[in-house]
């Protein structure tokens, strides 16, 4: 996971301007794991878009966040591409250059980009920019919350340290990773070292049980 999220960040490092913001309009999944510390890696700024977001409240944050990229599927490309009329940012795909002609994709990143050349910055007291994680928008306009590096590493720390989770933890993650519930869930669990059993959502609750037994959880995230 880790190799593949520096080859990523390197890739960021290479073709996309330094704090550019970068949005993923992902299901939960591997390629959002390592989108999410690839951009945070390189240091640029992550815009978790829910998937089941309306065009107009995409549209909007596209907009209010200047995003540069966008990261999505064959399965919500038509959206993304409907939004970006205009040009307006580059788009990543998640699926290879095989499937789809045209579109830079992380398989591709995958394959032909070298770990090894990526320079890690050291954020772990910065206090520029790292999310823009943005509210329902149930009282008004949706508002981007801007979270640093320092902000997510202090949140994260102190939500360990009162569960008192350790490496031990084999966590299943039903929740969206692009809420700040799943978000928190997932870098509070990596950070000790233990093991996320990703799911999309909770449309399957046989198939989250079954891995549950299968990978021996200990522990679950719901709402």
């Known amino acids: 996971m880790w190799l593949n999220a520096r080859k990523l960040a390197h890739w960021f490092d290479g073709n996309i301007v330094p704090q550019a913001t970068v949005g993923i309009l992902l299901d939960n999944s591997f390629e959002t794991i390592i989108a999410i510390y690839g951009i945070v890696m390189s240091s640029r700024i992550c815009v978790p878009l ?21 990261i999505t599927s064959s399965k919500y490309l038509k959206k993304v591409e409907e939004v970006n009329k205009g040009n307006k940012f580059e788009i990543l795909l998640v699926d290879s250059d095989n499937n789809i002609v045209g579109y830079n994709s992380i398989e591709k990143i995958r394959m032909n980009v070298n ?7 050291d954020n772990a007291n910065n206090s520029s920019t790292a999310f823009i994680l943005y509210t329902t928008g149930t009282t008004g306009p949706k508002k981007g919350v801007m979270l640093s590096h320092a ?42 070292g233990g093991t996320v059993i990703l799911e999309n959502g909770f449309l399957r609750p046989e198939k989250i049980l079954y891995n549950m037994k299968l990978h021996e959880a200990n522990a679950i995230s719901s709402v």
């Open 50 to 70: 829910d998937a089941d977001m309306h065009v107009r409240n995409i549209k909007y944050i596209s907009e209010d966040a200047s995003l540069d990229i966008i």
């Open 115 to 121: 770990a090894d050349n990526f320079i890690e910055k």
């Open 151 to 192: 902000n997510l590493l202090a949140a994260t720390r102190n939500i360990n340290k009162f569960m008192q989770i350790g490496p031990w933890a084999i966590e299943s993650l039903p929740m969206r990773l692009s809420h700040s519930f799943g978000f928190a869930r997932l870098r509070c669990v990596l950070d000790v």
